[in-house]
């Protein structure tokens, strides 16, 4: 999809700050003819949970927290997410598109650890994918529900939150042009 949205890398490649509040506010909001891709962003932080969902459809998107709704850019996701995650560093770090290789397990005082939660889903059509991460002053983790019904936590590299936002969402974009061609076919 060479014309798809960078979704706010470009910036982060170009060194340009990132914004901290979403930009571009304005009256207008995406089409609702147009088919979208939804989000829904839920973090704790300071004793404080943030429900915030994003309708990305065509070159403006809106996010919707309590009410209130920010129209903003799509080429601009990546920045408008970061500035709604909780300040953990691991959490806004710039996608650096590897895996983690530590093998290491939570320790003991894990839970008392924890300082930030963070899900966020990606919905398109029926298809919804939730990804969920815990952080610590150090270090980031990603919780992953077996089949069994337990978890899986392993340890996500800085960044994981902006790789994972970027190919979920390239993914649900490439099944609307899949569906978009079909029914054109």
């Known amino acids: 999809m060479a014309d798809a949205p960078d979704l706010g890398y470009d910036d982060v490649k170009r060194g340009a700050a990132p914004a901290e509040t979403p930009p571009g ?41 309590d009410g209130e709704a920010t129209p903003f850019p799509t080429a601009r996701l990546w920045p408008v997410v970061r500035a709604l995650l909780p300040p953990v560093g691991s959490l806004t770090a710039d ?15 894990f839970a008392a650890d924890c300082r930030a939660f963070v899900a966020l ?14 952080a610590t002053d150090d270090d980031l ?33 490439e099944s609307l042009v899949r569906r978009h061609e079909q029914r054109a076919s």
Do not use: H, K
């Open 25 to 65: 506010a304005s009256d207008v909001t995406a089409d609702p003819g147009l088919p979208a891709v939804a989000l829904r962003l839920v973090t704790t932080y300071d004793d404080r949970t943030r429900r915030v969902d994003i309708a990305l459809a065509g070159e403006e998107s809106v996010a919707i927290e």
């Open 95 to 109: 996608p650096e598109g590897r895996p983690a290789t530590d093998p290491r397990r939570p320790g003991p005082t």
């Open 121 to 134: 889903a990606t919905v398109v059509d029926e298809a919804v994918s939730v990804r969920t991460w815990l």
């Open 141 to 173: 983790w990603s919780v992953a529900p077996q089949p069994d019904g337990s978890n899986d936590i392993s340890l996500a590299p800085d960044g994981a939150v902006a790789d994972l936002l970027v190919w979920d969402v390239t993914a649900a974009l």
